[in-house]
């Protein structure tokens, strides 16, 4: 394997992200090739043409480390191996060059605020108050009554904190249990987690996907968090009946002094020149990804999970991007935005709400694919697939075992990939996979949108080429965005790079609208939306239709 040394940069002028569609791979649901059930890298790797002819920049691939999965790999034992379930270090190389040779960015999760409990780490941080890892968790007394320090609940429900009768203490985890927070107040634990990071650069990645990485820091004082004011909180990766949504995360995350670890981090990405998004859980996602990668000195883009709401309208996407823009303007943020992942329903369900028609699905990436900023596409998106149905006694996710049933957790977004019809469980392995393969999913699998022109599989490389190459390229991937004053269903906006003036309009809806156009207009074509007609200045759209142009 080919070293990358800090002095094997890319110039500054590379910002291949601005602009980037980026595919995020769930490994165990995408390819087995191993026949034991589960996902594998050899399995990316033998999809990768499939994923370059898609037309996006780069793959993000959820964590293949050394885990015992007890959240999936979200747990990592040991952050510089590949778990045997996946493969070998070999086959990361590997699926590492034969994407580079097929143009495609590698992005690798990395979990950084917390690990497992079954790290070396924790087994000796854990033994006592005084061994050499004493301090690299973060450990607490109980208060006079025996119950935890004070009153911070764990994303997964209950307090987040758990005893260790070894040491006579606490420990933090504000997800399960078994997912100890580390302690960043203590310089060595920095310190260790920046070699783990160089160790991947070195190994070729060319950036990271940061897990939970406004949750690195912890209030010292340990004070309780203030109850949530009813209605203002707006954390959508909470169900209700969570406590966890009970509370104004104050002091449990979203620290002050993650700022100065996050520059820390961006300067050695800098010397490998290395890109980077981070996810953020927070009330206050929108502000947080602002100030997380403001003054290029920091992350260079972010997510929250502002789109992930039950919510469809033109008015709740207007907001959630017109605000985050006026957040940035000072110091020149850049988010990447998405409408699904591994941890929420699929947006053909959420969104859809009983909507089976391939027009809404093309019409989602082709909005997605017009905001400012980057975007990721979840496995699957790109087929139209709709959340999974999976009976309690195949569920295997902790979070929904739990809050079962008014929450079914996340296993419906993580079902296997249907590859084709033809074989037993959609190509995806030769035996009963991990979770069941969904059986809606064959009628959209691979093979079968592949030999139709009309498919929304189809239509994801039609758009997503037309975007890196049209004449609306510059302004759709770098430019501007202007939003305009629309009622329901219409969204209408319009993109600007130098003299380019871009107009997007779509329809969010079942039903046919009109729109009167807010100038001149020179249609474009190519795009592939149904873009309706045209009568002077009044636009017709269909259900589910969208109209691209250049303002005159």
């Known amino acids: 394997m080919p070293v990358r040394k800090a002095e094997d940069r890319p110039t500054p002028a590379a910002e291949w992200w601005r602009g980037a569609a980026i595919y995020q791979i769930y490994p165990r649901s995408f390819?087995?090739?191993?026949?034991?059930?589960?996902?594998?890298?050899?399995?990316?790797?033998?999809?990768?043409?499939?994923?370059?002819?898609?037309?996006?920049?780069?793959?993000?691939?959820?964590?293949?480390?050394?885990?015992?999965?007890?959240?999936?790999?979200?747990?990592?034992?040991?952050?510089?191996?590949?778990?045997?379930?996946?493969?070998?270090?070999?086959?990361?190389?590997?699926?590492?060059?034969?994407?580079?040779?097929?143009?495609?960015?590698?992005?690798?999760?990395?979990?950084?605020?917390?690990?497992?409990?079954?790290?070396?780490?924790?087994?000796?941080?854990?033994?006592?108050?005084?061994?050499?890892?004493?301090?690299?968790?973060?450990?607490?007394?109980?208060?006079?009554?025996?119950?935890?320090?004070?009153?911070?609940?764990?994303?997964?429900?209950?307090?987040?904190?758990?005893?260790?009768?070894?040491?006579?203490?606490?420990?933090?985890?504000?997800f399960l249990e078994s997912q100890p927070d580390l302690n960043f107040h203590h310089e060595p634990v920095q310190a260790q987690l920046l070699e783990e990071v160089q160790f991947w650069m070195e190994r070729q990645v060319d950036g990271f996907r940061f897990d939970a990485c406004n949750f690195h820091f912890h209030d010292q004082m340990l004070r309780n968090n203030p109850p949530a004011r009813p209605g203002k909180v707006e954390l959508t990766s909470v169900r209700e009946g969570n406590p966890y949504g009970c509370q104004i995360h104050r002091y449990d995350k979203s620290r002050p002094e993650n700022i100065a670890f996050l520059k820390r981090l961006r300067t050695l990405m800098n010397q490998y020149g290395v890109t980077s998004v981070g996810e953020i859980?927070?009330?206050?996602?929108?502000?947080?990804?602002?100030?997380?990668?403001?003054?290029?000195?920091?992350?260079?883009?972010?997510?929250?999970?502002?789109?992930?709401?039950?919510?469809?309208?033109?008015?709740?996407?207007?907001?959630?991007?017109?605000?985050?823009?006026?957040?940035?303007?000072?110091?020149?943020?850049?988010?990447?935005?998405?409408?699904?992942?591994?941890?929420?329903?699929?947006?053909?369900?959420?969104?859809?709400?009983?909507?089976?028609?391939?027009?809404?699905?093309?019409?989602?990436?082709?909005?997605?694919?017009?905001?400012?900023?980057?975007?990721?596409?979840?496995?699957?998106?790109?087929?139209?697939?709709?959340?999974?149905?999976?009976?309690?006694?195949?569920?295997?996710?902790?979070?929904?075992?739990?809050?079962?049933?008014?929450?079914?957790?996340?296993?419906?977004?993580?079902?296997?990939?249907?590859?084709?019809?033809?074989?037993?469980?959609?190509?995806?392995?030769?035996?009963?996979?991990?979770l069941p393969m969904f059986q809606d999913h064959l009628g959209r699998s691979v093979a079968t949108q592949s030999a139709d022109s009309a498919s929304v599989l189809r239509f994801y490389q039609q758009f997503l080429a037309w975007r890196k190459a049209s004449e609306a390229s510059e302004a759709l991937c770098h430019g501007a965005i202007h939003f305009y004053r629309t009622p329901e269903p219409i969204l209408a906006l319009r993109r600007e790079w130098g003299q380019d003036r871009i107009l997007a309009v779509f329809n969010l809806s079942p039903e046919g609208v009109r729109y009167t156009l807010p100038a001149r207009v020179q249609p474009l074509e190519g795009h592939g939306l149904k873009a309706g007609r045209r009568d002077g200045r009044d636009l017709f759209l269909p259900p589910w239709g969208g109209f691209f142009g250049r303002l005159a």
């Open 31 to 174: 390819q087995d090739t191993n026949g034991d059930g589960i996902g594998d890298l050899p399995g990316i790797t033998a999809h990768l043409p499939y994923v370059a002819e898609l037309g996006v920049d780069a793959i993000w691939i959820s964590p293949f480390f050394t885990s015992p999965m007890k959240d999936f790999g979200y747990d990592v034992s040991n952050y510089r191996d590949v778990d045997p379930t996946f493969g070998t270090l070999a086959d990361f190389d590997r699926l590492v060059a034969e994407a580079h040779r097929l143009g495609l960015k590698v992005l690798i999760d990395q979990v950084l605020s917390h690990s497992s409990n079954q790290h070396a780490w924790f087994k000796e941080s854990r033994k006592s108050r005084d061994n050499a890892r004493a301090d690299w968790y973060v450990w607490a007394d109980a208060r006079p009554d025996g119950t935890p320090p004070n009153n911070w609940q764990s994303v997964f429900g209950g307090s987040a904190w758990a005893w260790e009768p070894r040491r006579r203490q606490y420990f933090l985890h504000n």
């Open 281 to 434: 859980g927070d009330e206050g996602a929108l502000a947080t990804m602002a100030e997380y990668t403001a003054d290029g000195d920091k992350l260079h883009m972010a997510y929250g999970f502002s789109l992930f709401t039950e919510e469809f309208s033109a008015a709740r996407i207007r907001s959630v991007v017109q605000e985050f823009e006026r957040r940035i303007q000072p110091g020149g943020g850049w988010g990447c935005w998405s409408l699904s992942n591994h941890d929420c329903v699929r947006v053909v369900t959420r969104w859809g709400k009983g909507v089976d028609d391939p027009a809404f699905a093309k019409l989602l990436v082709a909005l997605l694919g017009s905001l400012r900023g980057s975007f990721c596409i979840y496995q699957g998106e790109e087929l139209g697939l709709p959340e999974a149905e999976v009976p309690f006694d195949r569920l295997i996710d902790p979070y929904g075992i739990t809050f079962w049933p008014d929450y079914k957790g996340r296993d419906g977004c993580r079902t296997p990939m249907p590859w084709t019809p033809n074989k037993p469980r959609g190509g995806f392995s030769t035996v009963e996979p991990w």
